[in-house]
T-cell receptor, first 110, second 113 residues
Framework: QKEVEQDPGPLSVPEGAIVSLNCTYSNSAFQYFMWYRQYSRKGPELLMYTYSSGNKEDGRFTAQVDKSSKYISLFIRDSQPSDSATYLC??????????FGTGTRLQVFP | DADVTQTPRNRITKTGKRIMLECSQTKGHDRMYWYRQDPGLGLQLIYYSFDVKDINKGEISDGYSVSRQAQAKFSLSLESAIPNQTALYFC????????????FGPGTRLLVL
């Protein structure tokens, strides 16, 4: 069993939709939770970072961490075609090393 | 100019050849990482370095070696390339004070025939 599980998609939604991306994990020691966005033929870039449990909001993006369920989510409101990318969750218990999910490919069509 | 650069961007080589992928950064970060990305497997850590004299193996270091020539430079070598090392390779950096944020280079596409 992988430490971090993520549905690879693809997820295809119309412009303006609310998108929900999710990861589950098995290591209860994880304390740091991140979402990276990767455009085609580019390196990943950090989108959201959360320490421990709770919610964090940044513009149209909201990250949620539920440590009791070992489940994290990224919500995108009013999705745009420019949000089309692969979204990777990442986790760490001490930030020395990140454990990445496999990524979910999102397509937002006009 | 990009903060993290990788050379070459694309490389085709033959089985058994030795190749080197290079990474340079201008962010002044201490920490540098090498990952490979394969479809369905995500990013896997090959090696990481916390400073010039501190190099550590990651999840999949077999068949690879690294060299940290300076704080800004971190090279990955495939001593004898094999076809299952065909992948997309990324270099990343982070600072000691914000370790959770890794900055990635644009990647090197490697094809081993």
């Amino acid at each position: 069993q992988k430490e971090v599980e993520q549905d690879p998609g693809p997820l295809s939604v119309p412009e303006g939709a609310i998108v929900s991306l999710n990861c589950t994990y098995s290591n209860s020691a994880f304390q740091y939770f991140m979402w990276y966005r990767q455009y085609s033929r580019k390196g990943p870039e950090l989108l959201m970072y959360t320490y421990s449990s709770g919610n964090k909001e940044d513009g149209r993006f909201t990250a949620q961490v539920d440590k009791s369920s070992k489940y994290i989510s990224l919500f995108i409101r009013d999705s745009q075609p420019s949000d089309s990318a692969t979204y990777l969750c990442a986790m760490s218990y001490n930030t020395d090393k990140l454990i990445f999910g496999t990524g979910t490919r999102l397509q937002v069509f006009p | 100019d990009a903060d993290v650069t990788q050379t070459p961007r694309n490389r085709i080589t033959k089985t058994g050849k030795r190749i080197m992928l290079e990474c340079s950064q201008t962010k002044g970060h201490d920490r540098m990482y090498w990952y490979r990305q394969d479809p369905g497997l995500g990013l896997q850590l090959i090696y990481y370095s916390f400073d010039v004299k501190d190099i550590n193996k990651g999840e999949i270091s077999d068949g690879y070696s690294v060299s940290r020539q300076a704080q800004a430079k971190f090279s990955l070598s495939l001593e004898s390339a094999i076809p299952n090392q065909t992948a997309l390779y990324f270099c990343a950096t982070s600072s000691r004070t914000a370790q959770e944020t890794q900055y990635f280079g644009p990647g090197t596409r490697l094809l081993v025939l």
